[in-house]
């Protein structure tokens, strides 16, 4: 018998910008350099850009593509659920260690 987690994989942000846009709006969307793969509909704990956990969000779209300077990067689109609490982000940003 094994333990499942709800979250099987996690968001972090490089841009404090982006970060706040998300937890201002409730919406929000970030750029990753790179083909990367992020499963619509699942929700993951976002990570600050310095590894804290911050909240959990909802991935609403993918899109990887080759932009005009010919860079493979991957937009992500995603849904805030809500912020984690004090005691949840603590825990979330220990098992990330």
């Known amino acids: 018998m094994g333990f ?13 910008q982006e970060l ?7 919406k929000g969307k970030m750029m990753k350099s ?3 793969v992020f499963p619509a509909g699942q929700k993951v704990i976002a ?10 969000v909802k991935i609403v779209a993918s899109i ?4 005009f300077q010919g860079e493979e990067v991957t ?6 659920i809500r912020k984690l609490n004090e005691e949840e982000a603590r825990v979330q940003t220990a098992l990330a260690y």
């Open 20 to 26: 706040y846009e998300l937890l201002e709006y409730g």
């Open 34 to 36: 790179g083909f990367r």
């Open 75 to 80: 937009q992500v689109e995603m849904e805030l």
């Open 47 to 56: 990570y600050t850009p310095d590894n804290q956990a911050i909240a959990i």
């Open 4 to 16: 499942q987690t709800e979250f099987n994989s996690v968001c972090k942000f490089k841009s404090d």
């Open 64 to 67: 990887a593509e080759i932009n």
